[in-house]
């Protein structure tokens, strides 16, 4: 009988009392009844997508370079933003990828530890200016300076360090539901709100979930100019750094650890919640994900960086040097929209301000 009493009524969280007329759990509160194995799968459903979350991921021990593998590396400092980077000792002239300071000092190289693979630089510099360039000409009221040669050949291709994540993961997850059914009569409208809980279980192979090692790099930026295909991981190899920079990772493994554990719980209730259908309104209540063993990788993923300073504020660029997918907000330029709200006044009148607004939107 234990069990038994300690089921709450799913509509209104009141005890149920097992009525033996009914042969039925019934709520005094709320007056609806349900068969005792309904209420016993709900129970179990529910301690299941309730029961917390377990991950486990392997330790990481990071692999240091060969003394002969280092010998032309140098370390570049830059003054403004602290940022310490690793190239080839005859970059040159360097630009801060970070913050666009271009007063970086070079110096011996420092230490940086050897990531398990790279994936290589597909796009070169001067497809990347190109294509930031084409970006910036399809906008017209943006400021001369995003659009400059000069400017765009500041761009520094730089290998962001990046925590890789893989395992297998089974997921519970619980969702509310409702379906909607409307109808009217001489007198009244009438809808009816049915509720339903319902519950997914499934289990999916993560390979290659990132997360970027380095607090310089902006979360949102490197998410963005995601994915990166896998298929050209390389083993790394010191030729790959060629004309590139390279961040060493100043996030460790482990305190990667929980932004890959809640990428993986919210793409495991994501699929889950694919699965349902048919429903006017779908809520998560909540999921737990299990794994063990999971598996994790140092990588060197390719970013073209561009910082534009314009009217004292950064405006920052990043573009995946393997796919050219491109991320960075351009700021307006208020006397091209003044100067092109005049010609407008002029050609179509009072139509001038709905032009200028479609344009800027
Ligand atoms: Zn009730
Ligand atoms: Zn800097």
Redesign the pocket.
Known sequence: MDNIKNYK?P????ALVFSGEQQKLH?N????SYEVGDMEAFSENEAAAGAGSKYDWESYTPRKFGAAETGGFATYICPACAAEITGDANMGSLVCPYCGNSTVVQTTFNGMYKPDYVIPFRIDKKSAMKKLMENARRKIFIPKEFKTETKLKEIEGMYVPFWMFDCDADCDAAFSATRTHSWSDLSYNYTKTDHYKLYRSGNACFANVPVDGSTKADDEYMEAIEPFDHKDAMEFDTAYLSGYLADKYDVSAEDSKERANSRIKQSMEDILRGSVSGYATVITDGSSVRFSGGKVRYAFLPVWMLNVKYKDKMYRFAMNGQTGKTVGKYPVAMSKVAAFYFVCLAVFGGLASLICWFMLS
């Open positions: 009524c509509c209104c969280g009141a709520c509160s709320c007056g609806n």
